[in-house]
């Protein structure tokens, strides 16, 4: 079955240190995936996207994302936090069943950033 | 300023009445898609449209409906058939499907 897990809830750094926000999948053939984040009551912003290439990504506001083929994984990280990253972070990834034109996004439970001052 | 609108940001209705969520996207995409967002379930798709005067059931369609006359436009309409309707309804679009999506700012529903 296709799936993506986030598999903390709550994720707790201080402002100025390295974040990580983990991210596994499954999915058939290449998987294609993203991260966006949402601020309280607002809509999903993209940040960055995987479909092929070099392993590492980089996207908006300084984040980044390494693909792991072997670990099925997509992590986001930061070098660096700053207060104002708190948020909540969706990982995705394409539905890899549905051939053309009916593809879908599959969405993990959302992961809530806290970045202490 | 490209991007997608979703109006009303706040709706209020009374049990049994329908209500319709208005979309609008000026980036020229051809998929739009519904979500619901209700806390500590993340996002649950409703409907999804790939081209104009075309659109799939998601995964919790029941007591919703849409339509996609025009490529910008994807309302939604909350039934009152739609046993539990008070959520955050988010509407995205991209230029085609399996890729990035984006979003519009979300319309909260209460329904009493």
Redesign the interface.
Known sequence: AQSVAQPEDQVNVAEGNPLTVKCTYSVSGNP?L?W?VQYP??????LL?YITGDNLVKGSYGFEAEFNKSQTSFHLKKPSALVSDSALY?CAV??GENAG?????I????TSLAVNP | DGG?T?SPKYLFRKEGQNVTLSCEQNLNHD?MYWYRQDP????R?IY?S??VNDF?K?DIAEGYSVSREKKESFPLTVTSAQKNPTA?Y?C?SSI???????????T?LTVT
Request: proline share 2%; no cysteine.
């Open positions: 294609y993203f966006y009551n607002r809509g999903l912003q993209f996207k969706f394409r539905d034109n009916n593809r879908k996004l969405w993990g439970l959302g | 997608i979703q998929a500590g379930q993340g996002l798709l999804y790939q081209i799939q998601g955050f988010l995205a085609n499907s399996g890729l990035e999506q984006y979003f519009g700012p979300g909260r």
